[in-house]
């Protein structure tokens, strides 16, 4: 079991750029790693996942513009996300998964304005 907790979120104009973090309290490097999202009254959907082993996977609505990343020697994963729309408005989460067990961080509100 790892904790997971996410920073880098705020408002921004659309356009514009942030980076999303999510510091692990122990190691990452066996755990699938992913970023979700959850807008007012809809249902939480993958943003996107990245494997242990580097292979990354997105969302079609945000394929071009975000970019995942991990960094397993400082237990942090990020989330880059550029040209961000008023749709992008949502409370994002970060996961881990190894196994069976999933840990989930807290979340970290991004509100994009128009």
């Known amino acids: 079991q790892v904790q997971l907790v996410e920073s880098g979120g705020g408002e921004v104009q659309a356009g514009g750029s942030l980076r999303l973090s999510c510091a692990a309290s122990g190691s990452i490097f066996s755990y699938g790693m992913g970023w979700y999202r959850q807008a007012p009254g809809k249902q939480r959907e993958l943003v996107a996942t990245?494997?242990?082993?580097?292979?990354?996977n997105y969302a079609d609505s945000v394929k071009g513009r975000f970019t995942i990343s991990r960094d397993n020697a400082k237990k942090t994963m990020y989330l880059q996300m550029n040209s961000l729309k008023p749709e992008d408005t949502a409370v994002y989460y970060c996961?881990?998964?190894?196994?069976?067990?999933?840990?989930w961080g807290q979340g970290t509100q991004v509100t994009v304005s128009s």
């Open positions: 996961s881990a998964v190894i196994g069976r067990s999933s840990n």
């Open positions: 990245i494997t242990s082993g580097g292979t990354t």
